[in-house]
């Protein structure tokens, strides 16, 4: 079982900059895949970026550039480093582990992003 508890999330101005946390318990967390996806108002939850037990990286278009997922195996995190934000960026971001056949999602953390 996983456990994913995120921080780091707040009020930016467009042009800003925050990073996401979260931290994982209850697992062998190197052999997970881990993620950060992102729900808008009245919008569905979308892929934001992706990062495998081996290291590689996938992305979002609309981030690409943008941010950087990183995980740290030793402390047991993964981040999201949200660099030139815009507006269209508000949303609640929800991290993600997975590991066949299971799938876990953290409580989410509200980013916002003013004009």
């Known amino acids: 079982q996983v456990q994913l508890v995120e921080s780091g999330g707040g009020l930016v101005q467009a042009g800003g900059s925050l990073r996401l946390s979260c931290a994982a318990s209850?697992?062998?967390?190197?052999?997970?895949?881990m993620g950060w996806y992102r729900q808008a108002p009245g919008k569905q939850r979308e892929l934001v970026a992706l990062?495998?037990?081996?290291?590689?990286?996938n992305y979002a278009d609309p981030v690409k550039g943008r941010f950087t997922i990183s995980r740290d195996n030793i402390k047991k995190t993964v981040y999201l480093q949200m660099n030139s934000l815009k507006p269209e960026d508000t949303a609640v971001y929800y991290c993600?582990?997975?590991?066949?056949?299971?799938?876990?999602w953290g409580q989410g953390t509200q980013v916002t992003v003013s004009s």
């Open positions: 993600y582990a997975a590991r066949t056949p299971r799938n876990y």
């Open positions: 990062i495998g037990s081996d290291g590689s990286t």
């Open positions: 209850g697992s062998i967390f190197s052999i997970y895949t």
